[in-house]
């Protein structure tokens, strides 16, 4: 059974630092790359960073750069990302999501999804 299960969402004040975890299991974890995205109420899915299993290539979208980090431990098939100045428009529910394939911030071509964790950042 194909599982993605985040943690370590919670409620942080503004410039407050989070880690979530994307435990993977049950698909080839070394051929996925695995990417954050993110929802808040009201508005698309937005992907904000992903990793890629060919190379351990990392990106971020604009919004986060500097203050997200991606990272992956194959050993445990876990992939984590850092959050730190959290900031009030980081609110929104964070998933990640598995893609047999490079990296790419369109939800639409993933194969695997979790089920989501909260992040709310106080002003």
């Known amino acids: 059974e194909v599982q993605l299960v985040e943690s370590g969402g919670g409620l942080v004040q503004a410039g407050g630092s989070l880690r979530l975890s994307c435990a993977a299991s049950g698909f080839p974890f070394e051929d996925y790359s695995i990417g954050w995205f993110r929802q808040a109420p009201g508005k698309v899915r937005e992907g904000v960073s992903c990793?890629?299993?060919?190379?351990?290539?990392?990106y971020y979208s604009d919004s986060v750069k500097g203050r997200f980090t991606i990272a992956s431990d194959n050993a445990k098939n876990t992939v984590y990302l850092q959050m730190n100045s959290l900031k009030p428009e980081d609110t929104a529910v964070y998933y990640c999501?598995?893609?047999?394939?490079?990296?790419?911030?369109?939800?639409?071509?993933?194969?695997?999804w979790g089920q989501g964790t909260q992040v709310t950042v106080s002003s």
């Open positions: 990793i890629t299993s060919a190379d351990g290539g990392t």
């Open positions: 999501a598995a893609i047999r394939g490079v990296c790419t911030f369109y939800y639409n071509p993933y194969d695997y």
